[in-house]
Nanobody, 125 residues
């Protein structure tokens, strides 16, 4: 069992930045690849970014490539999402997720075993 708690969401103007953090507890953090997803009102949950267990590989949705960066800190059991050049269309609830296949950069919700409760990000125009 892995417990995930996101933080760092908020309201920001277009062009601004936010840094989301996800704290993991429970089973060994290094056994999991990690991902970030987001869900806007009336839309399906969509992939944002993923990182392997050791941080050696990452993957991003085309819509955030070059603007968002995913990273992890094994000593602190955290995964972060640095979001720059934010746009109103980035507005959503952002979720952290853990994938028990440590080398997999999964992009579908079905590949993840544990989820956080989400944190709201609102980008005003």
């Amino acid at each position: 069992q892995v417990q995930l708690v996101e933080s760092g969401g908020g309201l920001v103007q277009a062009g601004g930045s936010l840094r989301l953090s996800c704290a993991a507890s429970g089973r060994t953090f290094s056994q999991y690849a990690m991902g970030w997803f987001r869900q806007a009102p009336g839309k399906e949950r969509e992939f944002v970014a993923a990182i392997t267990w050791n941080g050696g590989s990452t993957n991003y949705a085309d819509s955030v490539k070059g603007r968002f960066t995913i990273s992890r800190d094994g000593a602190k059991n955290t995964v972060a999402l640095q979001m720059n050049s934010l746009k109103p269309e980035d507005t959503a609830v952002y979720y952290c997720a853990a994938n028990s296949r440590p080398w997999e950069l999964g992009y579908h919700v079905s590949r993840y075993d544990y989820w956080g409760q989400g944190t709201q990000v609102t980008v005003s125009s």
